[in-house]
């Protein structure tokens, strides 16, 4: 089956240690993202990326990183310089050669650090 | 910049239709998308409208869009339980850097009463 697979589920840290969350998606799509979801705030993008090799931070991008080494992964990591972490995270891909540009979601992580 | 909103809870009794809006500020938006997310879960696509269009149907779900006043609307007709979720709507805009990015509104939690 195509899809988007983010692992784990949920995550539990200790404060100060940095944590890497997967995503993988088997649709061949070109471009992937990952988002931030607060109660009551929406999405907010965090680091996208159209091709491998290259990204670009979103609005939220500090105290995270990323890689695109490879097209079917997008792995983000939550350093320690990010104040507030605790969130459900969510990856999407999308086909830059559609036309309407819909982006596919992952089942998503919960992280939690105390 | 982008804003997009929404309220944030709807009630509505089972077999009642649901209205579900949405205001976006970016006038060039090109597409405007419906997503639905049940609990602990991702983000699924509903349904897209073009922004040359002001209506499209599909099943239960009917968008009406209105271009002159910024306005989205998602019409669930015969509201079931199943129906239960968070209703993200999302505009398509040029980011600064000229690669296509969605903006997602803060979500409407739709509760259904028996």
């Known amino acids: 089956d195509g899809g988007i697979t983010q692992s784990p589920k949920y995550l539990f840290r200790k404060e100060g240690q940095n944590v890497t969350l997967s995503c993988e998606q088997n649709l061949n799509h070109d471009a992937m993202y990952w988002y931030r979801q607060d109660p009551g705030q929406g999405l907010r993008l965090i680091y996208y990326?159209?091709?491998?090799?290259?990204?670009q931070k979103g609005d939220i991008a500090e105290g995270y990183s990323v890689s695109r080494e490879k097209k079917e992964s997008f792995p983000l990591t939550v350093t320690s310089a990010q104040k507030n972490p605790t969130a459900f995270y969510l990856c999407a891909s999308s086909n830059l050669r559609g036309y309407s540009y819909e982006q596919y979601f992952g089942p998503g992580t919960r992280l939690t650090v105390t | 910049g982008e804003d997009v909103e929404q309220s944030l809870f709807l009630s509505v009794r089972e077999g009642d239709s649901s209205v579900i809006n949405c205001t976006y500020t970016?006038?060039?938006?090109?597409?405007l998308y419906w997503y639905k997310q049940e609990p602990g879960a991702g983000l699924q696509l509903l349904t897209y409208?073009?922004?040359?269009?002001d209506m499209k149907q599909d099943q239960r779900l009917t968008v009406l869009l209105n271009k002159k006043d910024k306005h989205l609307s998602l019409r669930i007709a015969d509201t079931q339980t199943g129906d239960s979720a968070i209703y993200f709507c999302a505009e398509r805009a040029i980011s600064n850097f000229g690669n296509e990015k969605l903006t997602f509104g803060t979500g409407t939690r739709l509760t259904i009463i028996p």
């Open positions: 990326s159209q091709i491998v090799n290259d990204f």
């Open positions: 409208i073009f922004s040359n269009m």
């Open positions: 970016d006038s060039s938006s090109t597409y």
